[in-house]
C-alpha cells in the first residue's frame, strides 16, 4: 500500500511505481551532475571542524519525513557539495578512482535487482554470471584449470581471506588440526608470515584477526626499487627456521601503494615453492595490467600464486567496492566450507546447484561483479588496456619532469602509475622540508586546487602523484609543479 497521498515507496507492476522510480533517480541524477560534473575545484576546502559543527544538530530520523527531492537537495548542498570529486583530474592522493560510467549504469541495476549471492535462490543468474566472470579472471591470470575465486567488499577482506586459508592449510597439514573445528592450535604462536616492508598494512591487520598478532608478520627489506629482496627473503626464512619458529606464508605485493613497486614474482614463487609455503599475491592495484598485452609481463609469476587478490575500485575504475579472491586451486575452498539448510542444503549442492556462499566469509553479498561485467563488455579489452597504458605513460613522463626540477627529488623509480617526490632545497633542513612539504599539500587541498598525496619514506615527509585518471593531462601537471614550488618557496619564505 502506498499510504493515501505518498508515493509509493516499492517497486511494483503498477504504472505509479514506475513513475516513482524515475522521479527518484532523477533527483539523485541531477544533483550527481549539478556538483560532480563542473568539476570546477577537487575540494570545496571546508576545513573539518566545520563539518562537524555542521552535522552535529542533524536529526537524521525525525518523527515526520519530507519529499524525497528536498532531502536530495540538502544531501547535495551540505553532503556532496563538501565531498572530494574523485573524477577531477588533479584528485590523486589516494588508490582512489574515477568510476567509468558503465559501471555507474550498472549500480542503479545492482541497487534496483537487490541480487543477495549468499543463495542460488536469491540469485540465480547472477550466481552464473559471477562464476563465469571469475573463471575468466583466472584464465586471464594464467591460474590454470582448477582456479576459482569470489568476489569481496575490498583488498583487505581479499588478503584476510587468503591468508585464512594459508594458516588453515599449513595447520591442518602440520599438526592435523582443523582450525574451523577445532580452533588453534598451541603452535599457532610460532607461525609467520613474510612480506615485504612496504606491504600493506592488512597483512599485519590479517594476522591479528587470524590470532597470530602482528608479530607473527615479518618484513623483508627492500631494494632501491622498493622491491621485496628475494635474497633477503630466503636468508629471512632460514633464520626464522634456525629459531624454531615455522614460515607459513609468503605475501608478494603485485603494486605497492606508495610507490606501485612490484616483487619479483618469479624469484618470490620459486623460493615459497622450495619451501613449501602459501604464496598470496596482493595485486589490489596492479591488476589490471593483466589486460595490457604491452604492461602483462611485469607481472610474470603471479601464474603461480596460491591466492590472488586483485580490486577493481582501484585501477579498473569501478566503484566502491569491488575485489576479488582467486585461488590457483579450487580445493582450497573446503577449508572455508559450512552448510546451512536455510541456505545451501545438502541435497541442492548433490543436485549441482551453484553455491557461492560456501567461498566467501560474508552471508549477504552484493553483485559487485556485474559493473565490472557491463564495464569490459563495453569497452572491450583493448579499449580498456589503452586507458591502463595511458596512466602509465603519463607516471613515467611525470617523473621525466620531476626529475629535471633541482629543487624536486624523485624517491623510487615509477612501478605503475605513481610517482613519490620531495620539494627540496639547500637552504632547508630535513625538518624543514618536512613541514614545508606537509604545508604545500594541506594548502593545495584547501584551495581546492588538487589533492595529492602525503607519505613518509625513510622516516622523510613525501609527497605523491597516484595517477589513476586516464584523464589527467601532462600539461596540467606540470603547471601544478610549477605552482607546487612556488608555493613551497613561499611558505619557507614565510617560516623564515
Not at 627456521?241 to 618469479?266: K, N, Q, W, Y
Request: with cysteine.
Amino acid at each position: 500500500m502506498s499510504g493515501g497521498s505518498h508515493p509509493p515507496l516499492f517497486l511494483g507492476p503498477q504504472s505509479a511505481s514506475q513513475d516513482a522510480y524515475a522521479s527518484a533517480i532523477a533527483c539523485a541524477q541531477a544533483q550527481v551532475l549539478r556538483h560532480f560534473a563542473p568539476l570546477p575545484q577537487c575540494y570545496r576546502g571546508t576545513p573539518p571542524q566545520a563539518l562537524h559543527e555542521r552535522f552535529a544538530s542533524v536529526d537524521p530520523c525525525p518523527d515526520e519525513g519530507q519529499a524525497l527531492d528536498q532531502v536530495l537537495d540538502w544531501v547535495g548542498r551540505e553532503v556532496l557539495a563538501d565531498s572530494i570529486a574523485v573524477s577531477h583530474p588533479m584528485t590523486m592522493a589516494h588508490l582512489h578512482c574515477a568510476p567509468l560510467l558503465p559501471a555507474l549504469a550498472a549500480e542503479v541495476l545492482i541497487s534496483a535487482s537487490n541480487a543477495s549471492m549468499d543463495s542460488w535462490d536469491q540469485a540465480p543468474a547472477p550466481s552464473h554470471l559471477e562464476q563465469r566472470i571469475v573463471e575468466w579472471l583466472g584464465a586471464r591470470f594464467g591460474l590454470g584449470p582448477r582456479a576459482d575465486g569470489i568476489f569481496t567488499s575490498g583488498g583487505t577482506q581479499s588478503n584476510f581471506l587468503g591468508l585464512l586459508l594459508a594458516r588453515d592449510r599449513f595447520c591442518q597439514r602440520a599438526f592435523g588440526v582443523s582450525v574451523q573445528r577445532e580452533g588453534l592450535p598451541a603452535q599457532a604462536s610460532k607461525l609467520r608470515i613474510l612480506c615485504s616492508s612496504v606491504a600493506h598494512f592488512s597483512v599485519q591487520q590479517s594476522a591479528a584477526i587470524l590470532g597470530l598478532g602482528h608479530d607473527a608478520v615479518v618484513p623483508v627489506p627492500v631494494d632501491a626499487a622498493q622491491r621485496m629482496d628475494a635474497a633477503q627473503l630466503q636468508q629471512c626464512i632460514a633464520s626464522l627456521r634456525a629459531e624454531g619458529l615455522l614460515p607459513m606464508a609468503v605475501v608478494a605485493t603485485a603494486g605497492t601503494t606508495d610507490f606501485g613497486s612490484i616483487d619479483p614474482l618469479p624469484e618470490v614463487a620459486d623460493i615459497a615453492a622450495r619451501e613449501g609455503l602459501w604464496l598470496h599475491v596482493d595485486a589490489a592495484y596492479g591488476g589490471a595490467l593483466a589486460l595490457s598485452d604491452r604492461l602483462r609481463p611485469r607481472l610474470a609469476g603471479i601464474e603461480r600464486a596460491d591466492s590472488l587478490t586483485v580490486d577493481f575500485h582501484k585501477l579498473f575504475w569501478q566503484p566502491i567496492s569491488a575485489s576479488a579472491l582467486l585461488l590457483r586451486d579450487r580445493a582450497g575452498w573446503e577449508l572455508l566450507r559450512l552448510h546451512a539448510d536455510y541456505l545451501n542444503p545438502a541435497d541442492a549442492e548433490l543436485q549441482g546447484t551453484l553455491d557461492l556462499v560456501t567461498k566467501s566469509i560474508q552471508t549477504t553479498r552484493r553483485f559487485d561483479s556485474l559493473k565490472l561485467f557491463v564495464t569490459l563488455r563495453t569497452l572491450g579489452r583493448r579499449r580498456f588496456a589503452a586507458l591502463v597504458e595511458q596512466t602509465v605513460d603519463l607516471a613515467s613522463a611525470v617523473a621525466t619532469t620531476i626529475d629535471a626540477e633541482p629543487c624536486l627529488q624523485r624517491i623510487a623509480p615509477v612501478g605503475i602509475n605513481s610517482v613519490v617526490f620531495r620539494c627540496v632545497d639547500p637552504a632547508w633542513s630535513d625538518g624543514d622540508a618536512d613541514r614545508i612539504n606537509a604545508t604545500v599539500r594541506e594548502r593545495l587541498l584547501r584551495e581546492g586546487r588538487a589533492l595529492i598525496g602525503r607519505t613518509r619514506v625513510a622516516g622523510r615527509t613525501c609527497l605523491k602523484f597516484t595517477l589513476l585518471n586516464p584523464e589527467a593531462g601532462l600539461p596540467a601537471i606540470r603547471q601544478l609543479l610549477r605552482e607546487l614550488l612556488a608555493m613551497a618557496r613561499q611558505v619557507a619564505a614565510d617560516r623564515a
